[in-house]
Structures are given as C-alpha cells and as structure tokens.
C-alpha cells in the first residue's frame, strides 16, 4: 500500500486525441510530481505542483499540463496525443522538500498506449 | 544539463553471489541519492537513500556515494532470484523547487 494511488491502470487512445490521468496524494503531502517512463528508459520529470501551482517543470511541450486541486490530488492532461506519448506515467507525492531527504513514492503508474 | 548515468546491463550474477550496480553523475550540487528497484510492468520501489559519503548497509543492501568521484554504487548480497529486476539510481536536485533525475537503469539477472 503506497498512499499513492492512480487512475486509470491502463488506457488505449488515438493519436490526436486528448486524455487525464489522475492521482490521488498520500495523506498529508502537499506536493505532486509526474513522471513519463517510456519502455527502457528512466522516469522523466513532466512537472511539479505544489498548493495548486505549478513550481517545476522538465522538458516536455505545452500540449502537457496538469491540475492540482485543494485536497491536493492532481491531474495530468495531455493533448494532441502522440505516439511517442506511449508510455508508463508516473505520479508521486511528498510533502515540501521531503523529496530531498526522503525520495518519492510512486503510485502504481498509469501505463498509456496510443495507437 | 544534469545527468545520471547507468550501465543498462544487464548484469547476470549466479544465486547467492553479490551484485555490484554502479552510477555515475554530472551535477556537484546534487544532495541525495536513492535506488530504486523496477519489476517488470510495474512502478519503481525505493530501497535505499543515502546523503553523506560512505557506506549506508540496510539489510542485504549497501549503498555507497563518493561526492568527489560523483559515483553511487548498490551492493546487494545473498542475491536471489526475486532480485532480478531493473535497478534505477536517482539523483535530487533542488533549485526552487525539488526532483528526481533517473539513469535509465540496470538490469539485473540473478540465475539459481
């Protein structure tokens, strides 16, 4: 039981379609960072929010964007989906600088296919 | 542009043998470190952090970090066939706001 959880496990899309995912934070953290992992690679840093805002983000186009509510859980949103978007995708959660001496947790990860 | 370097393997070791997993970085800034283990299909498990240079023993686990040669090493011993798996290393960066950079990860293959 990770404290992390995320939604959905698996999904299929079209190219040029759009498509969330969503992330449920461990109890008490008020910081969300998602991850892409495509297949024989390390995670990736997509962004960062923390109370709501955005405070980092990697290399990854604007077609990339995310929510973070006031319970805290988030939600990643891609657009005009590519093929290269084919990949498992990441959430974690922490809280404040807890990353630098803790690490993350990962959710279960949401493994996305676009065909 | 800061980077985590691993060696992808993969790295086969016989059961019971100790299986050395290596990294190297590119940022002197960087603070901590971890290892994460990756089954196959599913998200990664953090196993070890460490901070300071030396050794860090947790269980069948060593972890060891020298700043100055920038290297981060996982010593597992007794290994067994349920370690077979990709081991990722981490580094944290802050700068505002705070994150992990992965190498791309080694595989491990523990054979009875």
């Known amino acids: 039981e990770t404290g992390v959880t995320q939604s959905p496990t698996h999904l299929i899309k079209t190219r040029g379609q759009q498509v969330t995912l969503r992330c449920s934070s461990q109890?008490?953290?008020?910081?969300v960072s998602w991850y892409q992992q495509a297949l024989g690679q390390g995670p990736q840093f997509i962004f960062q929010?923390?109370?709501?805002?955005?405070?980092g983000r990697g290399n990854f186009p604007p077609r990339f964007s995310g929510l973070q509510f006031p319970n805290y859980s988030s939600e990643l949103n891609v657009n005009a989906l590519e093929l290269d978007d084919s990949a498992l995708y990441l959430c974690?959660?922490?809280?404040?600088?807890?990353?630098?001496?803790?690490?993350?947790?990962f959710g279960s990860g949401t493994r996305l296919t676009v065909v | 542009q800061k980077e985590v370097e691993q060696n992808s393997g993969p790295l086969s070791v016989p059961e019971g043998a100790i299986a050395s997993l290596n990294c190297t970085y590119s940022?002197?800034?960087?603070?901590?470190f971890f290892w994460y283990r990756q089954y196959s299909g599913k998200s990664p498990e953090l196993i070890m952090s460490?901070?300071?240079?030396g050794d860090k023993e947790d269980g069948r686990f060593t972890a060891q970090l020298n700043k100055a040669s920038q290297y981060v090493s996982l010593l597992i011993r007794d290994s067994q066939p349920s370690d077979s798996a990709t081991y990722l290393c981490?580094?944290?960066?802050?700068?505002?706001?705070?994150?992990?950079?992965f190498g791309a990860g080694t595989r491990l293959a523990v054979h009875p």
């Open positions: 974690a959660s922490s809280a404040g600088q807890g990353a630098l001496n803790y690490g993350y947790t």
């Open positions: 109890s008490g953290h008020n910081t």
């Open positions: 929010y923390y109370r709501e805002e955005e405070n």
């Open positions: 940022d002197r800034g960087s603070q901590s």
């Open positions: 460490i901070y300071s240079n």
């Open positions: 981490a580094g944290a960066f802050s700068g505002g706001y705070n994150k992990l950079i």
